[in-house]
């Protein structure tokens, strides 16, 4: 497996222009997060929006962005929006430009719905907040997992080649897609209805974990796709490190990029030196490095492991962005 390490600086020029563009409208819970259609964006829509699911009293639909219609076979981006498990950003601003952003570059990108498991939900203990965050994951990747099922299933009609499912996500969503390719290699009872020789084309992570109750994470039935991560080394709120109590334990980035080297899993990691959770809103502003990343990882399959340390001296380190779930789950 060939190993990259880098460290870079925004005094480089290109990386300068990498963080102007960065997206960080979403906010810490009680603040106002502005609206930018109006301002500075033209208005972006989606072009299809189609319901896939009925889970419980409510129904699940998904928004689909196409390119140009050349009637051609597409690789498809999947984007689970953040939110906390407890609000539903599909439609937010910053979502639909990085979809339509992607439709313009030649894919068919979908941003699709979930349960919201922690809404509403009250934590008396840390074992208490454990189970319920476990059950919100549960939920979102089950769901996740049929919008990859009406994909599949409609592929023909939507333009998508199936063996180009490409996941990303933000913050929860990227918890639940990191989830969702972590059931589909070790096969369980939630990745069950996926076909036998599916798998995903890549992920795409922004501020992300994966969430075990059997200790450190191993791929026992196929190895994970190819992944990138991106992630705040001071982020408290979704675990940069590890956080974990005999078996059960909830491993970001930092723990995750160990197991993959382990096992020579190729991956890039993009790691922001004493940022926080505001990475987990930079898919525009590093929306050439994904796409970067699809082009070799996952159409030109290079076996690499790249390690990118992104490093801004003039970060403001007082910013708002250093919040804990106790503050998000007051």
């Not at 990259?4 to 020029?13: A, E, V």
């Not at 501020?207 to 080394?233: D, E, M, N, Y």
């Amino acid at each position: 497996m060939r190993r990259i390490f880098l460290t870079l600086t925004i005094l480089f020029t290109a990386l300068a222009a990498w963080a102007q563009d960065a997206d960080t409208t979403l906010v810490p819970r009680g603040q106002v997060k502005p609206e930018k259609d109006s301002i500075a964006l033209p208005p972006v829509t989606w072009d299809m929006e189609v319901a896939f699911a009925t889970r419980d009293t409510c129904t699940l639909s998904m928004d689909i962005y196409f390119p140009k219609d050349d009637k051609e076979k597409h690789p498809c981006v999947l984007f689970v929006y953040g939110g906390g498990f407890i609000q539903n950003n599909q439609k937010e601003a910053s979502v639909r430009r990085y979809c339509r952003r992607l439709a313009d570059a030649g894919f068919v990108a979908v941003a699709t719905d979930y349960r919201l498991g922690l809404k509403g939900v009250k934590n008396s203990s840390l074992m208490t907040m454990a189970d319920n965050l476990d059950r919100a994951i549960q939920l979102s990747t089950e769901d996740l997992f049929s919008a990859v099922e009406y994909l599949i299933t409609y592929a023909d009609e939507l333009c998508i080649d199936p063996s180009q499912i490409i996941l990303a996500g933000s913050s929860a969503g990227a918890i639940t897609v990191l989830q969702a390719d972590y059931e589909l290699g070790n096969r369980t009872q939630l990745a069950a209805a996926m076909p036998t020789d599916f798998r995903f084309a890549g992920v795409i992570s922004f501020s992300g974990a994966i969430f075990s109750r059997k200790g450190k994470c191993k791929w026992t039935v196929q190895p994970p796709a190819p992944t990138l991560f991106l992630h705040g080394t001071s982020d408290e709120l979704v675990t940069y490190n590890k956080i974990q109590v005999f078996n059960l334990g909830f491993f970001g980035t930092n723990q995750l990029v160990e197991r993959f080297e382990k096992f020579d899993y190729p991956y890039m990691c993009i790691r922001f030196e004493n940022r926080y959770h505001e990475v987990a809103a930079f898919m525009n502003g590093f929306f050439n490095q994904t796409v970067g990343f699809i082009e070799q990882f996952v159409f030109n399959k290079k076996n690499w492991q790249v390690d990118v340390t992104f490093t801004d001296p003039d970060f403001d380190l007082a910013k708002p962005w250093a919040f804990t779930p106790k503050d998000l789950y007051k």
